[in-house]
C-alpha cells in the first residue's frame, strides 16, 4: 500500500473527490491544506508561506510522496520555480516531491507535444500567467480562454459540463492538444468525451498530477480519463525531461 501526500489550496474541494474515485486501491490519499479563497497573484503568492509545516504535518503520516497539487503556486514566479518548490518540501521532510505544474509539464513532453490550447477556470490574468509558464518552458500556446472566476470556491462549484464546453470550443485543428488548468475545476469526467468529439489528446493539470504522482509511486494508473492515462510516466524523476 503506498501514500500519497497533497497538498491543497483550502478552499479547493474539488480535487480531493477527483482523486478519492480514480486512485487504485493500491493508495491512499492523505492530504494537507493552505490558505487561499481567492485566485489572485498576491493571494497565490502567499500560499506557500505554510507549505513546509503542512509539509512536514503529511511527512509524520509518512507518506511515499509529497505532492503540491495546485496549478498556479508552483509557476508564478516563473520557470523554475516549480523545481525550487519541490527543493523546499524535500529538504524539510526528507520525502520525493512533485507539483502540478511540474507534472503538466512532464505530460505535454512525454506525450510529445509542442503546440496547445488552453483553457482554465480562473480569469485571463492568471491563465496568462499559465501560458507564459508554458511558453518558456518550450511549448506554443495557440489559444487561451478562461472562464473568469477569481473566488476559488465558485470554480470548485462547476459542473464539469463547463470544461467540455470550453475545452470543445477551443479545439483548432493545429494544436497537438487541448490543456485545461486548475485542479479545483471538476475535469476528470469529460476528458474522454472531449477527446472523441475534437480527435485531440486532452491534458487536465488534475489528471497529469494524478498521472505523474502515480509514476513516481510506480502503481499502474485506473482505465480512462484520457489517452495520458495509457502511457507510461517511466516512474521519472520530479526533473521533467529537455
Given amino acids: 500500500m503506498a501514500r500519497l501526500g497533497l497538498l491543497v489550496p483550502s478552499s479547493n474541494t474539488s480535487v480531493e473527490t477527483e482523486f478519492h474515485r480514480t486512485l487504485p486501491d493500491a493508495v491512499t490519499l492523505h492530504v494537507g491544506r493552505l490558505f487561499l479563497t481567492q485566485v489572485t497573484p ?14 512536514k504535518l503529511l511527512a509524520s503520516a509518512d507518506v511515499d510522496l509529497i505532492v503540491l497539487g495546485a496549478t498556479l503556486p508552483s509557476l508564478l514566479n516563473g520557470l523554475g520555480y516549480d523545481q525550487q518548490l519541490i527543493g523546499t518540501i524535500e529538504a524539510a521532510t526528507g520525502k520525493p516531491a512533485t507539483t502540478t505544474t511540474t507534472a503538466l509539464v512532464k505530460a505535454l513532453r512525454r506525450m510529445d507535444i509542442r503546440r496547445v490550447v488552453m483553457g482554465a477556470a ?17 511549448f506554443e500556446v495557440l489559444e487561451a480562454a478562461s472562464l473568469g472566476y477569481v473566488d476559488n470556491l465558485q470554480i470548485g462549484r462547476l459542473p464539469s459540463e463547463t470544461a467540455y ?20 475545476w471538476m475535469t476528470l469526467d469529460v476528458i474522454e468525451r472531449i477527446e472523441a468529439t475534437t480527435g485531440k489528446p ?12 502515480l509514476g513516481l509511486l510506480g502503481v499502474e494508473p485506473r482505465a480512462g480519463f484520457g489517452r495520458l492515462m495509457h502511457m507510461s510516466a517511466e516512474r521519472a524523476t520530479s526533473t521533467p525531461a529537455a
Fill in 42 to 55: 498576491e493571494s497565490v503568492r502567499r500560499i506557500v508561506a505554510d507549505m513546509e509545516g503542512q509539509a
Fill in 165 to 184: 464546453e470550453l475545452g470543445c470550443r477551443i479545439a483548432r485543428p493545429d494544436a497537438d492538444a487541448i490543456v485545461l488548468a486548475c485542479t479545483n
Fill in 122 to 138: 480562473y480569469d485571463d490574468t492568471m491563465n496568462g500567467v499559465a501560458c507564459n509558464f508554458l511558453q518558456a518552458s518550450g
Fill in 202 to 213: 486532452v491534458i487536465t493539470t488534475t489528471q497529469a498530477t494524478l498521472w505523474a504522482a
